[in-house]
């Protein structure tokens, strides 16, 4: 075996959960005829199936200009966004709820996102890896290497993952923003958990409802 393959077999790799998983548990904590939109929308695939499910009023923000057709031709409304530069083109409370799958990680600024979502929207839906996961841990104790993800595209120097944070990272920056979390559930060997046993140890990412502090009662979360 060659040494480049060798140390790759020492690298751990970052599982993404499916889409198909977080994109349920989203639709799951989205009531029937809400305003959305979702940030780094990819495809649309979420958001058509929102409004044919949920009867929700959509829109999508995506840089990807390839993935902006894909949305165009799947019928779903998209508009193309640096996320970096800030939302001051949506005015506050526009929106019932603002996604964000996998995108967090990614900006320049993720508190600045967050408290954007959470000026936009009501409730905000976060999906984050989580770096505290205990193969990454180990990943690093035996070998001293840092994890990369999944994708066969990226290496530690060319991820677009600028920001590496466990669940208690994202706990302490939901306080920052002065926000409170509404339900996390760990993605958990392909399920979504809610009040996982050590968590932060077993969970590959996870999924937040936040809200602002100041925000009126809402019913309980399904």
Excluded at 56 to 66: H, K, P, Y
Excluded at 135 to 160: F, K
Aim: aromatic letters at 6%; one cysteine or more.
């Amino acid at each position: 075996m060659s040494t480049s393959r060798t140390k790759e077999k020492r690298r751990y790799k970052m599982p993404n959960p499916s889409a198909a998983l977080t994109d349920r548990v989203i639709m799951e904590h989205i009531d029937e005829g809400s305003r959305v939109l979702d940030l780094g929308c990819g495809d649309g695939l979420l958001l058509s199936e929102l409004r044919r499910i949920k009867s929700a009023e959509i829109l999508g923000v995506e840089m990807s200009r390839r993935a902006m057709i894909q949305c165009m031709t799947a019928g779903v409304p998209v508009i193309q966004a640096d996320l970096d530069l800030g939302l001051e083109a949506f005015p506050s409370q526009s929106f019932d709820f603002a996604v964000l799958s996998q995108t967090l990680q990614q900006v320049r600024h993720p508190h600045v996102i967050l408290e954007e979502m959470l000026r936009v929207a009501n409730r905000a839906l976060v999906v984050v890896p989580n770096y505290g996961h205990w193969r990454v841990r180990w990943n690093q104790l035996l070998w001293g290497r840092a994890p990369v993800s999944s994708s066969e595209r990226y290496q530690w120097y060319n991820t677009p993952n600028l920001h590496l944070m466990s669940m208690p990272d994202f706990r302490d920056l939901v306080d920052v923003v002065e926000a409170r979390i509404v339900k996390e559930l760990a993605i958990i060997r392909g399920r979504a958990v809610e009040q996982a046993w050590a968590a932060n140890v077993r969970a590959d990412s996870a999924v937040y409802i936040l809200e602002r502090k100041s925000a009126d009662a809402h019913a309980p979360m399904p």
